[in-house]
DNA sequence: TGAAGTGGGACTATTTTAGTCCTAGTTAGT
DNA sequence: ACTAACTAGGACTAAAATAGTCCCACTTCA
């Protein structure tokens, strides 16, 4: 279905729960702030300190906090922290395809891996968590579905 | 890892080679050609044909045709036909989420989706089984995944 | 020294995804 | 009328990715 792991969308909202300070938060405290199980939110946020997106500070009093501002972290980099390259396709380099003539084919994801990764690369942490998102034309209400069905009718009528 | 279904990824494989001309192909036929089991094919053939992207001939000397013309055909269709709707989150109506203020966070999605349903819905089949593709700026040669790194070391530095 | 933390990884459970197979129905050819 | 070559549809199984839990070692504060 062409969707993000949970943990890309946890890590999300982990950021997002930090980057409103600079303060230090431990795991636990994410945990009971978000709603979610604590071992879980630690697992996560070991992974974005892998990637430097948070700062891990020992001992007791210890904890996490935000690697540098929200305007200087994209989205791009919390999902990569969390699921790895960001790539459509599956045939990555280890020639997973049977026929060269038929890879031709394939030129187009890279286009289209680009766009997807340039979107996410152009959308930063600090516009995410504004209250209203800064791309203004028209919002779907209820939905983060995409609607399809405009796709669907006019395959049905052709 | 945001990545497309195999499914999806033989989808556009069959349909490739069905645009090769407006001849009835069997699914055997199809898989042999494209070096694949029968049963595959065949049950992806069938997903293709539910949505009218191919049709199907009965009988002996039946099989599965191109449903349109390539120019008509996106691969955001051909994505829907294999794993539905497409969408990059979760929380879909149903309203998971915990928190409505948290959900504020999710607005972003909504414009993310959109980019990448659009860049779906643009690339065309027929533009898709052209040897070069329509957009020429830089092509990663080998890989199909997107390079990251630049990313990567922003983030270390900063 | 103990309580409160993180670091890292092993482990298990769950869910998705992929792939196979079976039965019924349709059509062409003989 | 019969048979061979097909698709329709779904049940079923296998495999893999994902999600979630837990444990033990190390660090720091009081």
């Known amino acids: 279905m062409l969707r993000l792991s949970k943990f890309a969308d946890y890590g999300t909202q ?4 930090m980057a409103k300070d600079g303060a230090v938060h431990s795991a636990s405290e994410v945990a009971a702030g978000l709603g979610m199980a604590a ?11 892998r990637e430097n997106l948070v700062e891990s500070v020992m001992g007791a009093k210890g904890g996490y906090m935000l ?21 459509i396709t599956e ?36 516009e995410m968590i504004k209250p209203r998102h800064h791309d203004t034309r028209n919002h779907i209400a209820e939905h983060h579905i995409v609607d399809i069905s405009a796709i669907r009718s006019r395959g049905k009528s052709a």
Request: glycine share 6%; net charge positive; charged share 20%.
């Open 39 to 49: 071992s879980t939110i630690s697992k996560i946020l070991k992974m974005l300190a």
């Open 91 to 126: 045939c990555s380099g280890t020639s997973a395809c049977t026929r060269e003539s038929l890879c031709s084919t394939r030129g187009s994801w890279q286009g289209i891996n680009r766009i997807i990764q340039e979107a996410l690369e152009k959308e930063s942490l600090a």
């Open 14 to 17: 982990v950021m997002a729960y």
């Open 67 to 87: 690697g540098r501002h929200p305007k200087n972290i994209s989205i791009a980099e919390i999902i990569y922290a969390m699921d790895g390259p960001i790539s």
